[in-house]
T-cell receptor, first 112, second 114 residues
Framework: KNQVEQSPQSLIILEGKNCTLQ??????????LRWYKQDTGRGPVSLTI?????NTKSNGRYTATLDADTKQSSLHITASQLSDSASYIC???????????FGRGTSLIVHP | GAVVSQHPSRVICKSGTSVKIECRSL??????MFWYRQFPKQSLMLMAT?????????EQGVEKDKFLINHASLTLSTLTVTSAHPEDSSFYIC??????????FGSGTRLTVV
C-alpha cells in the first residue's frame, strides 16, 4: 500500500529561525513529489514539485530536497516568518495512478 | 499559473436541505477533478474522482447518493451534498491537474449544517 509519512507532526519555532520538515514515502514506481502549504480554512497552495531526476528545488525561503533512492524528501524553511505558520503537506504521485497519496501534514507554528 | 476557483467559500444550511459546491478551472481544461473532505486538524481525505462526461469514481465509504458529482464540462465540476445533516459539516476542497503545474487546489468550502 502506498504511504507517505511526515514528521514531525507539529513544530513550534521562534521567528527568524530555520526548520526542516521530513517526508518519507513508499509510493512506487515514483512519478513526482509536491510540497503544499495550507493555511487554516484555506485550500493547499503548491510550494515545490520535483520529479525523479531532481534533487533540490527552491521557492523563495522554501527549499525542498529529494532522495529518490531512499524515498525521502525534506522541506527547509529559512528565516521563518509569522506567516509561515500553517500545515505543510507532502503529496506523492506514482507512475501508475493519477490519484496522489497525501501525507498527514506537519503543523508549523512560528512565534514572535 | 493554474487557478482553480471554488465557491461558495462558506455556506450554512438547514438540516435536510441540499447544498451545491462549484469548482472551476479558470485557465486550463481539466478532464479529471478531485473532491476532498477535511476535518479539523486532519489531512485531506479523497472522496471521489470526477471525470468529464462520465460517472464519478467514489472512494470506499463515500455514499454516491449523498454526494452527487457532476462534471459537465472540461472546466466545471460540482459537488452536491443532498439532504445534509450536521455530521456533513466539514471543509470540502476540490483540485484539478494542470500538466504544467501539477495539482492545483480550490480555496475550499466550509459547510455548516444546523
Amino acid at each position: 500500500k502506498n504511504q507517505v509519512e511526515q514528521s514531525p507532526q507539529s513544530l513550534i519555532i521562534l521567528e527568524g529561525k530555520n526548520c526542516t520538515l521530513q517526508c518519507n514515502y513508499t509510493v512506487s514506481p515514483f512519478s513526482n513529489l509536491r510540497w503544499y502549504k495550507q493555511d487554516t480554512g484555506r485550500g493547499p497552495v503548491s510550494l515545490t514539485i520535483m520529479t525523479f531526476s531532481e534533487n533540490t528545488k527552491s521557492n523563495g525561503r522554501y527549499t525542498a530536497t529529494l532522495d529518490a533512492d531512499t524515498k525521502q524528501s525534506s522541506l527547509h524553511i529559512t528565516a521563518s516568518q509569522l506567516s509561515d505558520s500553517a500545515s505543510y503537506i507532502c503529496v506523492v504521485s506514482g507512475a501508475r495512478s493519477y490519484i496522489p497519496t497525501f501525507g498527514r501534514g506537519t503543523s508549523l507554528i512560528v512565534h514572535p | 499559473g493554474a487557478v482553480v476557483s471554488q465557491h461558495p467559500s462558506r455556506v450554512i444550511c438547514k438540516s435536510g436541505t441540499s447544498v451545491k459546491i462549484e469548482c472551476r478551472s479558470l485557465d486550463f481544461q481539466a478532464t479529471t477533478m478531485f473532491w476532498y473532505r477535511q476535518f479539523p486538524k486532519q489531512s485531506l481525505m479523497l472522496m471521489a474522482t470526477s471525470n468529464e462526461g462520465s460517472k464519478a469514481t467514489y472512494e470506499q465509504g463515500v455514499e454516491k447518493d449523498k454526494f452527487l458529482i457532476n462534471h459537465a464540462s472540461l472546466t466545471l465540476s460540482t459537488l452536491t451534498v443532498t439532504s445534509a445533516h450536521p455530521e456533513d459539516s466539514s471543509f470540502y476542497i476540490c483540485s484539478a491537474e494542470d500538466r504544467g503545474y501539477g495539482y492545483t487546489f480550490g480555496s475550499g468550502t466550509r459547510l455548516t449544517v444546523v
